[in-house]
Every structure is written in structure tokens, then in C-alpha cells.
């Protein structure tokens, strides 16, 4: 009997695909939190929330996105927030992370299947370290949230109490470094007010962006970072990239976001500097934070633009962020040079890429395009709501943003469920979540007769 049992689980690890397993995995903490957020006790008032918002909020806080039906703060009790909370945290560093933790507490064995399983999950080069890399994702987690918990209890004690203060330290610091996008301001400056009440508090502001900053960086830049002392000469080519994009994306993000909107209608009244804190807060967040300090529905049309194209973007690869990840854009973008150049090779700081690596690339950014755009035609319709409103919901989850205009909690049923879809497709990837519904065929070793096309 035990022996049929060994040979139950040898073969279910070989049989279920790594990517198939992953999005079970997500798909499965989406509905114990949902079955967790539609009890009475999750809600106030202990009315039960209504299934499809719960699901909603679940996925949301799972993919780390942030769209909210309901205000966090003033709908859900402690353990509802709690459950949130706890989500986020799965969510942000990965439940194969948290799956292999528990394993290693238990002093179980960590087998060939679940090491890559981890692997997979959070986009590492090779299998080899796995585990030392999973302790050291848990130990990095947990020592910057604490940390930014601590810096934010510096200013949160004295606002809101010590027992008030001291949890909405770590709620803010765990949703800010898992990008997640989940506040408790809703009671003291209004529903889904985010951060709006602190847009001028440069220490908490400060905080913040630094959470999101590092969290988006992703896991394998933090280790190569630290094992090369921070040399940036001496670091990987994924590291160099990493670091170079993500600079320079919160830079030109800043500079759009203040002259797109410090020309029109949010400059009365606004200082200089608070408006290049405001630019250089939207900035950040809109690589994948969900945090707001503007009022975001009175923003320009071209602003609104330029958080799409950032949020389309994301973080890095290996992060709690979402988007198309910062190596991918940066792989575009040398295609281009190298065809213009007429390049045969694809090169960046010395180094020649892999072959093939464009066409991954394209694959994930076409993905992303076709599935906002396919996302945003069906809303519009049937909500009857501008296109360029959708559009920024669309992308918001599809990058697992969380920003909003401020039309996600009145949408309908089909179109919270194409959201909540699009959330997941963020988290997951859209390479796995392809690869989780393509059928597992051979690769055929012939290749068929060449024929040229002109493109261009």
C-alpha cells in the first residue's frame, strides 16, 4: 500500500507539467481566499460579502494587483484584512516559495520535482541552488518588510496609536514591498483614498517608493548584487540590465509625469517641490505598486498615457512585480538597435544574448497587448465606458498594478471576472499560462523548405 502510494506521487510529478502546477497553485489560493473573505466574520457589520466580490478581492490580493471592489479598511474586519494581507504575502514572493518553506520546516525532503517546480516559479537560470536561493528569498522578504515596517512605525505610531500604528506599519510595508497596492487609509482620509492624505509626507513617501523600489528589482539581482559587493562591473548581464532599465525608467516616468500634468490641472496651488515628490511617487508606483497620491481621475489624457505605458512595463523578472518586466522591453529595444545597425547578434554591455531571446520577447509583450486590447473592446461595450478608461483598468490588472480611474468597483459581473482573469494572467506569466493550456507535443526534429517573405 505505501509502496503504490510512492509510485502515485513519483507519477503525478512526472505527469503534471511545472506550468500547469503553478497556475493550479495560484488558482487554489484564489479560492481558499475567497471562501475565507465570504464569511461573516471577514466583513463588517458580519454580513457576508457576496461570492463574486470575494472572489475578486481574493484574486486581486493574490496577484498582487490591488483592484479592490470594496474600500480594504472600511468594509473588511481584522481577520478579513489579515487574509488580505496574508495573500499579498503569498502572492508577492510565490506560493512554491512558501510551499518549499514549509517543506524545509517540516524536514522533509525536497525532491527533483518540487526543485523544479521553484525553478519554474520564479524564473531562475538553473536548478542548481534552488533551495539556498528560496532561504535566502524568505530571509531578504522578511528582513525589508520588517525594516520598512519599523522606518514607517516612526511616523504611523504617533498618527494613529501604538497597537493602530504598529500594524498599519506592517500591512503597508508587506503591500509596498509585494507591490500589492492594499491600504488601510480608507478610514482616516476617506474610501479608496490610498495614500492621497500623505501625498506631501516625504518620509512616508520616501519609504515607500524604496519598498517598491526593491521589490521589483527581483531576487537574483538582490543575491548578485550582494555576492559582487555591488561592483556593477563585475555583476551579471541580467543584473546590469535590471538595474540600468529600472533607473532609467523611473527618471524619464517622473519627468512625463511632471510635464504631462504639472502643465495642466493639478499644478494650482502645488509647489515645485511637491510636484516633482507627486511625479516622482506616480513614477514608481506605476511600475506595478498600485499606491496613488494624485487624485488620478482628474489627471490629463496624456498623463494617463504615460502611467499605461509604465505600467505595461512592470518590474523584473524573478520579482513581485507584474508587466511585460523590464528585460523584456530592454530586449526590444536592442532588437531594434541591432536591425538598424544591421547587427547580426544581440549585445548590451559587452555581452552577446542568447538566440531566440527576441522572439520570447515578443511573445510575451504581443501576449499582453492582444489580451488588453481584447479586454478593453469587450468592457468598453458593455459597460458603455470610454475606451481610454478601459484601457488603464485593463492595463492596471493585466500588470497587476492595482491603479485606478476609479470605474472598478461599479463594474458588472463578466466584467470584474475578464479583470480578475487578466490579474491572474499577470501574476502567473503569459508564457506559463500558454504553455498550461498548450498540449505537451513532441517536438518534431524536421524542418520544413525555406521560403522568403518580405516584412517592413
Known amino acids: 500500500m505505501k509502496l503504490g502510494w510512492r509510485k502515485t506521487k513519483k507519477n503525478f510529478w512526472q505527469t503534471v507539467s ?16 475567497t471562501a475565507l473573505l465570504s464569511l461573516p466574520a471577514a466583513a463588517r457589520g458580519s454580513v457576508a460579502t457576496p461570492v463574486t466580490d470575494s472572489f475578486f478581492t481574493a484574486a486581486s490580493a493574490t496577484c498582487v494587483t490591488g483592484l479592490i471592489r470594496y474600500d480594504t479598511y472600511c468594509h473588511w474586519t481584522l481577520f478579513g484584512q489579515l487574509v488580505i494581507l496574508a495573500m499579498i504575502q503569498v502572492g508577492g514572493i510565490g506560493f512554491m516559495t512558501v510551499a518549499l518553506l514549509i517543506m524545509m520546516l517540516a524536514r522533509r525532503k525536497i525532491g527533483l520535482g518540487q526543485r523544479s517546480l521553484m525553478q519554474n516559479s520564479i524564473s531562475a537560470p538553473q536548478i542548481g541552488g534552488i533551495v539556498r536561493m528560496t532561504r535566502f528569498i524568505a530571509r531578504g522578504t522578511f528582513l525589508i518588510e520588517g525594516v520598512g515596517a519599523a522606518f514607517l512605525a516612526f511616523d504611523f505610531v504617533p498618527r494613529f496609536g501604538p497597537a493602530k500604528g504598529l500594524y498599519f506599519s506592517i500591512f503597508h510595508s508587506v503591500s509596498a514591498f509585494c507591490n500589492g497596492g492594499f491600504d488601510l487609509m480608507g478610514g482616516t482620509t476617506g474610501e479608496f483614498s490610498s495614500l492621497t492624505g500623505m501625498r506631501d509626507n516625504l518620509y512616508v513617501n520616501c519609504v515607500i517608493m524604496l ?25 551579471t548581464l541580467q543584473s546590469k540590465m535590471v538595474l540600468s532599465i529600472s533607473v532609467f525608467l523611473v527618471v524619464f ?6 510635464w504631462t500634468e504639472y502643465a495642466g490641472n493639478q499644478a494650482a496651488g502645488v509647489s515645485l517641490p511637491q510636484q516633482v515628490l507627486h511625479s516622482l511617487f506616480a513614477s514608481v508606483s506605476a511600475r506595478t505598486a498600485g499606491f496613488n497620491t494624485i487624485d488620478l481621475t482628474s489627471m490629463t489624457e496624456p498623463g494617463i498615457f504615460v502611467m499605461i505605458c509604465l505600467m505595461l512595463v512592470g518590474g523584473s523578472t524573478g520579482s513581485t512585480a507584474g508587466g511585460i518586466k523590464t528585460t523584456t522591453l530592454w530586449v526590444l529595444c536592442v532588437s531594434v538597435y541591432a536591425t538598424f545597425s544591421r547587427k547580426k547578434n544581440i549585445e548590451a554591455f ?23 486590447l481584447a479586454a478593453t473592446t469587450v468592457i468598453s461595450v458593455l459597460e458603455g465606458l470610454p475606451v481610454l478608461t478601459v484601457l488603464f483598468e485593463t492595463t492596471s490588472a493585466m500588470a497587476t498594478v492595482g491603479l485606478t480611474l476609479g470605474i472598478t468597483p461599479s463594474l458588472g459581473m463578466v466584467s470584474k471576472l475578464i479583470l480578475a482573469f487578466l490579474m491572474l494572467c499577470g501574476r502567473v ?3 506559463t499560462m500558454l504553455l498550461a493550456f498548450s498540449s505537451e507535443k513532441k517536438v518534431i526534429p524536421s524542418r520544413l523548405p525555406l521560403e522568403k517573405i518580405q516584412v517592413g
Not at 213 to 222: D, N, S
Open 18 to 33: 511545472p506550468m500547469k502546477f503553478i497556475l493550479g497553485g495560484y488558482c487554489l489560493i484564489i479560492l481558499l481566499g
Open 350 to 372: 559587452g555581452r552577446r544574448m542568447e538566440e531566440g531571446i527576441t522572439r520570447t520577447a515578443s511573445c510575451v509583450f504581443m501576449t499582453y497587448l492582444l489580451l488588453i
Open 429 to 431: 506569466g503569459s508564457i
Open 211 to 235: 519598498l517598491i523600489f526593491l521589490g521589483g528589482l527581483g531576487f537574483f539581482v538582490w543575491s548578485d548584487v550582494l555576492h559582487k559587493q555591488g561592483q556593477f562591473s563585475r555583476l
Open 253 to 258: 516616468g517622473a519627468l512625463a509625469m511632471f
